[in-house]
């Protein structure tokens, strides 16, 4: 495995998990939301905000439309 994490910038050892989304590289371990930096480790956890991952409940949260008084 060749390249380097979008997150922490460091390469891949042999056997490190390597997550590759967003046309990036990241370790299973850093690819996590970027706002409450939960790991997401199901693809189906996985949403995209511009180039920021987001778990399903913060992707959901940041763009439910805001309450009436
Ligand atoms: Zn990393
Ligand atoms: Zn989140």
Redesign the pocket.
């Known amino acids: 495995m060749t390249g380097r994490?979008?997150?922490?910038?460091?390469g891949f050892d042999d056997g490190s998990g390597a997550i590759y989304a967003m046309r990036q590289l990241?370790?299973k371990?850093?690819f996590a939301c970027a706002l409450c930096s939960r790991q997401i480790c199901h693809r189906d956890e996985l949403r995209m905000d511009a180039a920021r991952p987001l778990c399903r409940d913060c992707f959901v949260s940041i763009r439910k439309p805001p309450k009436c008084a």
């Not at 994490?5 to 460091?10: E, K, L, R, T, V």
Request: proline residues 0%; glycine residues 10%.
């Open positions: 994490c979008a997150s922490c910038g460091n990241w370790h371990e850093h």
